[in-house]
């Protein structure tokens, strides 16, 4: 089985934005996933330079079209490398072997008689590079570029798209899947019960020499479109070379819903008309808006994705965009959300996750895979399993229905059934005894065995990450997915390596502070520089405080990771809390509690305090107790959540 998947080819007349970024990213993913499913599989992105809308931005550049062309088609190679996106092939429609195919292409369309000559006049938007229908303005204009399209009449050269309408209706009915999601492809068919018009595919050099010449005519040059379309098979070698008849017709394209009539309707017809097959599936998503307004560069608020990825890392900034957008339907993006999203689902969940657990497996079964022994599984053991590998089942079926958020929001029910597993089986108490050793081991094993699964799933989406927590484990990524959905692959014994930190708990006010993502960021409120640390204000002379007063409290959920005595401090321990970042704290409870009963219990943190120091060690919050006469019990949530969860 083969895949080959790709993206459009981008305009150079504009620099990589959030929107180009997205679409190659769900390429590279979807690329990556099927790699690991064992299938041959091909990524092909690049880039589309010839048309008049390029040709004006050269001349406003003061450059040549191939200089301009150069400069900004170099920008979009480079700038995939800093996300991860690993492209097989990178087309450009400016190379001679594109240009050749392009050319043999319409010089077989013409022979057959489908290429035809006519004079014509119609409303042309430069932005989309077409000719548009009255019926797709919106007040008089083009809904996409809010722009008036321009009267256009002259001689021409068309194809004959209107002959090939009544199969191409039969095909999608007979493939529903070949358009995803569905209201597109009844978008399609909607657009298909009118006739169709035969497409214009030349412009004469009078207007236009930035194009590649008809080769029957060298007046005029080849439509941009029907040029661009062509990457997509040219980009293969076609009609020779062996990467064709490898990866056609198992083609499955990426648009966003700007261009899905080229792809939709142009495309299959010109197929059609050379009698190369249909290609498998259009994938069409919907559109990013920034803060809920649209992305331009008129309101100044483009998003830079080489600037994000430099501030939040490619692992973070390629699950959020995937996590977020619900595939086919719009979505805002915003730095606040990204932010959310690192802090509260990878460094509290995930990273939490495997921190606390190669932590317990270094300390209880001496940094390697413990063995499991079958008389000591409890039922919360094939729970865990049970959901686990249905996991792996659910996520394969939503990777290849590209329905990402759905994907992964499996994975995370998963990693924090994981987490509620460790609280509940209480490891920490199973290592006092030695006679359960057994059972630690065994929980310790399926916990492990949990950490593969998830890892495993997450190379397509954070491949770096991926790869280390895979490493680890003592695996060595790339791990196929075949491989990995049964139980019992870890082999007892294999030693594990520390993945170094894995997901950092940013700060949302210095983060903010930062140079912002977007160079053109616009209508942020004023950068507030971070306060340093917040004091706590006095309470009023009145013994009742307002609402306002007990908000300024950072209460949070903190996981004890290590707890030792203070030397000469007989009431006092040192605590190692977790909080999700790791902090000390010095807590008047020595009296009360044994150092190793405190390891792994969670408790209630002011984290807001001004540090102090006791005893030489400064101390960073305090826990809450229960003071009950000479009495002290620990506050505990009631049941189990992930650390630095927020008590309100
Ligand atoms: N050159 C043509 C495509 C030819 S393909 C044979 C073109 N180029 S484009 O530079 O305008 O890219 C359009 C594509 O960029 C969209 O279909 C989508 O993949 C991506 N996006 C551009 N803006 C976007 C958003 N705001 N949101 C999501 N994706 C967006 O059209």
Not at 293 to 317: Q, T
Not at 499 to 517: Q, S, V
């Amino acid at each position: 089985m083969s895949f080959y998947v790709t993206t459009p080819i981008f305009y150079v007349n504009a620099q990589p934005h959030l929107g180009h970024a997205y679409t190659t990213i769900v390429a590279d993913t979807a690329a990556r996933f099927h790699r690991l499913n064992g299938e041959e599989t091909r990524f092909q992105t690049g880039t589309d330079e010839h048309g008049d809308k390029i040709a004006e931005a050269a001349a406003k550049a003061g450059e040549t079209p191939q200089e301009y062309a150069d400069r900004i088609s170099a920008l979009f190679r480079n700038a995939w490398p800093d996300l991860d996106i690993a492209p097989d092939n990178f087309i450009r429609t400016t190379d001679p072997a594109h240009k050749r195919i392009v050319q043999a292409i319409l010089q077989q369309v013409y022979e057959q008689g489908d290429i035809y000559f006519s004079e014509y006049e119609g409303l042309y938007c430069k932005g989309c590079e077409r000719f548009v229908t009255e019926k797709e303005l919106v007040d008089g204009l083009c809904p996409d570029h809010q722009k008036e399209p321009e009267r256009i009449r002259e001689q021409n050269y068309f194809f004959r798209m209107s002959k090939y309408q009544q199969w191409l209706i039969d095909h999608i009915k007979q493939h529903p899947d070949c358009v995803t999601p569905e209201r597109y492809r009844n978008e399609v068919l909607s657009f298909l019960k009118e006739p169709l018009e035969d497409l214009c595919i030349s412009r004469p050099t009078s207007r236009l020499t930035w194009g590649i010449p008809l080769p029957f005519d060298e007046k005029f040059v080849t439509y941009v479109w029907f040029d661009a379309l062509i990457n997509y098979i040219s980009g293969l070698g076609y009609p020779n070379d062996p990467l064709f008849a490898r990866y056609w017709p198992a083609a499955e394209h990426i648009i966003a819903k700007d261009i899905l009539k080229p792809h939709a309707i142009y495309w299959p017809t010109m197929l059609r008309a050379i009698g190369v097959p249909m290609y498998r599936k259009l994938h069409v998503h919907g559109y990013w808006n920034v803060n809920e307004a649209k992305m331009s560069k008129s309101l100044g608020n483009v998003v830079r994705p080489g600037e994000l990825a430099a501030k939040y890392g490619a692992d973070a900034v390629r699950y959020f965009l995937l996590r977020e957008m619900s595939f086919g339907v719009d979505a805002s993006f915003s730095e606040e959300a990204l932010l959310g999203r690192q802090n509260a689902d990878l460094a509290n969940d995930l990273g939490n996750l495997f921190a606390r657990s190669l932590a317990m497996l270094k300390k209880f079964a001496k940094g390697a895979i413990p063995a499991p022994a079958a008389d000591a599984e409890s039922p919360e053991d094939n729970e865990l399993r049970e959901a686990a590998l249905a996991m792996l089942d659910e996520y394969s079926r939503q990777m290849e229905a590209f329905a990402f958020n759905r994907a992964l929001q499996a994975v995370w029910e998963v990693v924090s059934r994981a987490n509620k597993y460790i609280v509940t089986s209480e490891p920490w108490v199973l290592a006092k005894d030695p006679a359960k050793a057994p059972r630690l081991h065994t929980m310790l094993y399926h916990l492990a065995e949990t950490l593969r699964c998830i890892a495993v799933t997450l190379q397509p989406v954070m491949p770096s990450a991926a790869a280390k927590m895979l490493q680890a484990l003592g695996l060595t990524p790339p791990c196929r997915l075949a491989d990995h959905r049964c139980w019992q692959v870890l082999p007892p014994g294999s030693e594990l390596h520390d993945p170094g930190p894995l997901f950092p708990r940013l700060d949302k006010k210095a983060m903010m502070a930062a140079d912002p993502p977007a160079a053109e960021a616009a209508g942020r409120k004023g950068k507030e520089k971070s306060a340093g640390a917040p004091t706590m204000a006095q309470p009023a002379s009145s013994e009742l405080i307002d609402f306002n007063l007990f908000q300024k409290l950072d209460l949070r959920v903190a996981e004890i990771i290590a707890a030792e005595p203070i030397p000469k401090a007989k009431r006092l321990l040192r605590l190692t809390v977790r909080a999700p970042e790791e902090r000390t704290v010095v807590a008047g409870i020595a009296e009360h509690y044994q150092p190793e009963d405190l390891v792994g219990r969670q408790v209630i943190l002011v984290a807001n305090l001004k540090p102090a120091k006791l005893m030489g060690v400064v101390s960073e919050g305090m826990v809450l107790a229960a003071k009950e006469g000479s009495r002290l019990t620990l506050l505990r949530p009631d049941t189990s959540v992930a650390a630095g969860t927020p008590v309100s």
